[in-house]
């Protein structure tokens, strides 16, 4: 199978794979695990609903019984299951509710109940409002019948007699106190007592009022909510069990099924994984971030891009011959090793390497120009570490240079390569082969120079150089080991003026500075063949 249709069945199995992963995933969402929660407040509602359901009952009862003075308690109560049912009606019975048409008919056939019963409460306290005003007015009406007759007497004292029975007995002997109020109202109008009549029509609403309250007091307690909020609280736990009873075999099919993926997943990932990162080694993963493209495989002749970058080129020196002392498997163990050093601090300081030019390194640091020199710096403190015990030590020259490049794929369609293109790079080339003018292991643009936090490093401004293939002349720095800025910019300055007897005479007493050393010679060479008159300090370097 070729490589493409390869990709394309690895594409297929994967986007099969995601519909099953997202099929058993809704599952799980829909058999999830009950909140914890929720739970613990649908426990409480149920059980809060059947205390208050049970107060409720009792308060009634008592408020009836006792003609207490006002239902604020038995409001509370109402209020309270109310709060609680509207909470379970809110969404707390949640997914249980949704998934299980019992608890939902249990939940409704509740909900109905504690309406009618909220619904008897109100009809039940207007008739005890009725029946306090009546009561409360009574025994003062009582007390106004005053009379020495016997017989308004006797009426005043079996009507209170009566009434006291009937409220003692909750209305038990409603037909002798009618009767009673019947004759009661006969006798106060024959006798002519007024005060006796009003107190007989006060006793008389009492009596009308009673049965009605005993009636909505009665159908009240009739209504089984008891008996409901039981059957929602098994119902609840029923729907509980099976739900976490369902919940447990989708986990566990979801759990099988993963693995399955997963191997699959693992195995698909693994090619192609290995396939990118191969081709990682042969095309950077950062260039093709800068080309916009997330693998090599979205790559097409003539992506490109231009931006600034931070150059850098590196370099063995006296490699040919140190290969002509070598074996093939000598020579390739040794690049291996001298590039993988290499490399280290390169991508430490966020570059990355684009080519390799036979023993050359070319990087680029999309960043700052600081990482470009500190990455100079790390190669060749890797390089020292790589000498050491080595009988024939490596020698490079690093240069670095900042500007405008282009970044971009080239060549036939079916053979590419990613590269760049610019005149920056031609400078970074040539800054390298100056390192073996100056004897100077980096060399630094003005460029790059400019570029660069002042308070990090000290540069030396070593000379301003023309180099072949650029047209403008640059500065050029280097990091001297030693601090010899000072005698160093004298002895510059008397080069510039075309004083080079003393200039070799300053260079020269500059020690252990191999580029002074280089400038001493220089100067030798321009005092027994000076430059031109138009001369102004610039080196022509005429070499690659």
Known sequence: MTPGRTLRAQLVFMSAAALVVTVLTYSVVVFRDIDTEKDLLVRNDLRELTTLNA??????????????????????????????????????????????????????????????KVGLLDDIKFRHAVAMNSSRFFPMALSD??????????DRLDLETGILNYMLTAGANQEALDALIKQLKTDAAALGNEELQIAVRHAAKLAAVFPALNHDTQALLEIPTGASIAALKNEYNRG????????HWVRLALALTSIVLLVSFAFVIRQIWRTNASAQRFVPIELLNILGRSSLAEVKRGDAVALEMHILFADIRRFSERMEKSSPAEAFAFMNEYLAAMGAPIAQFHGFITEYRGDGIFALFPGKADDAVAAAQGMLKALAQLNQGRAAPVEIGVGVHSGGVMLGTFGATERLNAGVISVAVVMAARLEGLTKQYKAPLLVSETTY???????????????????????PTFIYDVPAADVHAAYDE??????????????AKFERIADDPVSASLAKRCASYQAAPPPPQWQGVFEANEK
């Open 55 to 116: 107060r409720l009952d009792s308060d009634i009862l008592e408020a009836r019984d006792a003609l207490r003075p006002n239902y604020d308690d038995v409001a509370d109560t109402a209020k309270g299951i109310q709060a609680a049912v509207q909470a379970l009606d809110a969404g707390r019975l949640g997914q249980l509710r949704a998934a299980n048409s019992k608890i939902d008919e249990a939940f409704r056939a509740l909900y109905d109940q504690l309406a009618r």
């Open 240 to 247: 509980r069990t099976a739900h976490e009873e369902q919940a």
């Open 145 to 154: 019948v005053k009379s020495t007759n016997p017989s308004i007497l006797r």
């Open 450 to 472: 400019q570029r660069l936090t002042p308070e990090k490093l000290r540069l030396r401004q070593v000379d301003q150089v023309q180099v072949l293939g650029v047209s403008n």
């Open 491 to 504: 002895a510059m300055a008397l080069y510039r003026a075309r004083q080079f007897e003393s200039a070799r």
